[in-house]
């Protein structure tokens, strides 16, 4: 009892301190704004530094700009771009119609029209920022110019990134084909994004006939370059049997670990199926664990159900219904709805738990949005029983 008191009365203390630490970045951006207003810049960046050190996206942005218009401080573009960075990131539009304008024109970073365009679609997205839809617009336009003129060089990445534009009719009217020849021209210079798309194009035959072995051909030439994507495709082909072979699941395994050691979460998570699966000839119940928590680490949403799957049946490991309930609502939080089902059981029929109808009331409401039927069911026996 002492035990459960005194962990309530941290998590309590805890939760105040945050709560006061935001309070003080507030009030300090507040202060600073109120500076900044009087022109007394020098002050207000005194304010606005010890905001962002609590954290406050706003102050971010509000030194990101002072760093570019030298206000307090010696103009500093490269100094104004990592504030506006960490103010993108975090959400602020501004911040990232700022870090958008600064690729556009090269003003503190290297000029680069994809990341320009990236980060003014953040801002577009956001519906609040007044003039980003239109230097989005210029900026693709002015971007698809800049493309053909240097892929018209021969330069590689540029035949690359207009093969894109033309696929997408960005700047340029959509062209399937003219995004082809390319994305062609790309792949023949070694530049491994290139052949990976002509390895997706062979093997879905979007824009070209099917054909398995100019497929594997290309994402091979990707793949030995180290491209990650074209890694993991190979190992799909093997694991789905697109590619005959008598060892289907071991050179999928070593292609996939090739893409898992860059990282690639679904090369991960596919690792876990392989070793989960007993019919696989590579049965090892930790290995699949261990490549499944890998995946869920990095955010892998149907890695992190089938880690509380595994955890909720236990037949690869001893039930643990707490820790199949952290997974699941991981997985919730990645807005997976099955995972909103199964949390909504755990709750309703008390596994390992306390039944606690509220709580399952709540995740089965936000799986039955989903269209989910056995949602509905189990929804309707709450209420008869409330």
Request: hydrophobic share 35%; glycine share 8%.
């Amino acid at each position: 009892m002492k035990k459960i008191i005194l962990a309530v009365f941290i998590s309590f203390n805890s939760i105040m301190m945050y709560a006061q630490t935001d309070f003080l970045a507030e009030t300090n951006y507040n202060q600073g704004l109120d500076l900044w207003h009087k022109e007394k810049y020098a002050e207000a960046i005194v304010y606005f530094k010890k905001s962002a050190n609590g954290g406050y996206v706003k102050a971010y942005d509000a030194l990101g700009d002072m760093y570019y218009k030298g206000e307090g401080v010696p103009q500093n573009y490269p100094e104004a771009v990592k504030w506006y960075k960490k103010g993108a990131e975090g959400g602020n539009m501004f911040s990232q119609f700022q870090l958008g304008w600064c690729y556009e024109f090269g003003e503190g970073v290297k000029q680069n029209y994809t990341e320009a365009i990236k980060w003014y679609e953040k801002a577009v997205e956001q519906r609040g920022h007044p003039l980003a839809a239109d230097q989005l617009e210029g900026c693709i336009e002015k971007a698809a110019t800049y493309y053909r003129k240097m892929a018209n060089l021969g330069n590689a990445e540029a035949q690359y990134l207009l093969g894109n534009c033309y696929e997408l009719g960005q700047g340029v009217e959509k062209d399937p084909y003219e995004a082809m020849k390319w994305w062609r021209k790309a792949a023949n210079q070694g530049y491994a994004d290139a052949q990976a798309v002509l390895g997706f194009q062979y093997l879905y035959g979007t824009y070209i006939d099917f054909d398995m072995d100019e497929s594997l051909r290309w994402y091979k030439k990707a793949a030995n370059q180290g491209h990650a994507n074209a890694q993991y495709a190979i190992g799909d082909s093997y694991y789905y049997g697109r590619i005959e072979s008598a060892n289907g699941n071991q050179n999928a395994i070593l292609w996939y670990k090739k893409a898992a050691a860059q990282n690639h979460e679904f090369a991960m998570k596919k690792l876990g199926e392989i070793y989960a699966d007993r019919e696989s000839g590579f049965y090892n119940s930790a290995e699949a664990i261990s490549w499944y928590k890998k995946a869920a680490n990095l955010g892998e949403d149907d890695a992190q159900l089938k880690l509380g799957e595994i955890y909720s049946d236990g037949k690869l490991v001893t039930r643990n219904y707490n820790e199949a309930i952290k997974w699941y609502e991981l997985a919730a939080e990645n807005k997976n709805p099955r995972a909103y089902v199964a949390l909504g059981e755990i709750y309703y029929y008390g596994k390992g738990i306390n039944k606690d109808l509220s709580q399952a009331k709540y995740w089965l409401e936000r799986a039955a949005k989903c269209g989910n039927a056995k949602a509905k069911e189990l929804l309707s026996k709450i209420k008869l029983e409330q």
